[in-house]
């Protein structure tokens, strides 16, 4: 089975945090006519196309969702992209710069959903946001501020085994992994970018994952490129090392995987002013 596949089958966890951001969107979202909407770090697409291409208006003029991994994106393309409107795209949202530019002012509504913590260029990451958001245009995101898998990365880090494997893991982790207040510190980056806070708010989700589901979806989920030779073993590693921490729990009989995560949520403004200013 190819990765997005995988991703596809074991993103119960990232498909429930859509679904109660989303809720929480539909509290404040006001969607303008024709509008040009973009999904960054879409994945497989299976999130922008079952969440969030529901809640959008009919009349939406265009849906572009990208992702830095053009094996998720070809995916994304034969699975949705088919069937709905959407364009998926390879462009990186740190460095695709030129491709970028094509947009600067465009887009009047863009979601990024579990996308940013994976992305160590933070502040640039934002600008480049901000920088093809329409003036008076929103931006909606989710993502993990702290989590627990981590601490079965330092565990293994410390094995001769996974040493060779995990020593730039630190490399890809969540900016705000030892912020002690994540919240705060985003939403002052992001007022220091020029956003308009509406929210930056931080809730504490926990997740059991069926034990039996761990190697797949430590694979798919890490931030981090598993080499595709180490990766039953490495699954089979996270299997054990969650036995070894004490984060196995049993419920109704079935082994699970307790899964803890500080997350994010942001709804931020461009605001109109910024038109007639220069971006940078
Ligand atoms: C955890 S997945 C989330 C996928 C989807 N949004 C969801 O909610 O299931 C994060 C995605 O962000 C993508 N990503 C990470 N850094 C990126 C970047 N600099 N530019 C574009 N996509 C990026 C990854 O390739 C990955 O597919």
Redesign the pocket.
């Known amino acids: 089975m190819d990765r997005a596949t995988v991703y596809v089958k074991q993103?119960k966890m990232?498909e429930m945090?859509?679904e109660q951001f989303i809720k929480q969107i539909l509290e404040t979202a006001t969607w303008r006519d024709n509008c040009n909407v973009l999904?960054?770090?879409?994945?497989p697409g299976?999130?922008t196309h079952d969440y969030i291409l529901p809640i959008l208006p009919i009349r939406a003029n265009s849906i572009v969702a990208?992702?830095?991994?053009a094996n998720?994106v070809d995916y994304a393309n034969e699975h949705y992209g088919k069937k709905s409107k959407i364009q998926f795209k390879t462009?990186?949202?740190?460095?695709d710069v030129q491709t970028l530019d094509e947009y600067v002012n465009h887009f009047d509504h863009i979601f990024s959903?579990?996308?940013l913590q994976?992305?160590r260029e933070q502040e640039t990451?934002l600008r480049n946001i901000f920088k093809i958001l329409k003036p008076g245009g929103d931006f909606y995101f989710s993502c993990d501020a702290q989590t627990n898998l981590y601490e079965g990365c330092e565990y293994l880090l410390g094995t001769p085994e996974w040493e060779p494997v995990l020593r730039d893991y630190k490399e890809t982790m969540s900016p705000f992994h030892d912020s002690e207040s994540p919240a705060q510190d985003l939403e002052e980056l992001l007022t220091k970018i020029g956003f308009q806070s509406v929210y930056v708010t931080m809730e504490r989700q926990e997740f059991l994952i069926p034990m039996e589901d761990l190697p797949e979806f430590v694979v798919v989920?890490t931030p981090f490129d598993i080499p595709p030779e180490f990766e039953e073993k490495f699954g089979q590693a996270c299997v054990d090392t969650a036995r070894t921490l004490k984060l196995n729990r049993f419920v109704d009989g079935q082994e699970c995987c307790y899964l803890q995560l500080q997350l994010l949520f942001g709804h931020q403004r461009k605001p109109i002013a910024s038109a007639q200013k220069p971006v940078f």
Do not use: P, R, T
Request: glycine share 10%; proline share 0%.
């Open positions: 993103s990232s945090g859509a999904d960054v770090g879409c994945g299976n999130v990208i992702d830095k991994k998720l462009v990186d949202i740190v460095k959903f579990y996308c994976s992305i990451a989920q």
